[in-house]
Nanobody, 124 residues
């Protein structure tokens, strides 16, 4: 499975961005999908995860109420809508696919496939 993220960029604090991730080379609907991020000088951290059918979504506390993860299995796409962005959201954002479709996890090591990331910069 190949994953390619897009939609990153420079935005002012309080603004919005929508990240997209397109998957190819596998059965997209069999994977739960996650978004992770790595801020400058920090460890990679979990942001959100969505189940294979979109019925289950979970978020890290710092983005709850501001970010929304969604997917479109017909288009092999997963999205991350980011609203009310803060400077601390500045990071490279990665999408990842987990083949254990019935279990949702924030543990990065359990994801099978990763994209190369897209940079989000929030100016204050």
């Amino acid at each position: 499975v190949q994953l390619v993220e897009s939609g990153g960029g420079l935005v002012q604090a309080g603004g919005s961005l929508r990240l997209s991730c397109v998957a190819s080379g596998g059965t997209f609907s069999s994977y739960s999908m996650g978004w992770f991020r790595r801020a400058p000088g920090k460890e990679r951290e979990y942001v959100a995860v969505i189940s294979w059918n979109g019925a289950g979504t979970y978020y890290t506390d710092s983005v709850k109420g501001r970010f929304t993860i969604s997917r479109d299995n017909a288009k092999n796409m997963v999205y991350l809508q980011m609203n009310n962005l803060k400077s601390e959201d500045t990071a490279v954002y990665y999408c990842a696919a987990d083949g254990r479709s019935t279990v949702l996890t924030a543990q990065a090591s359990l994801y099978d496939y990763w994209g190369k990331g897209t940079l989000v910069t929030v100016s204050s």
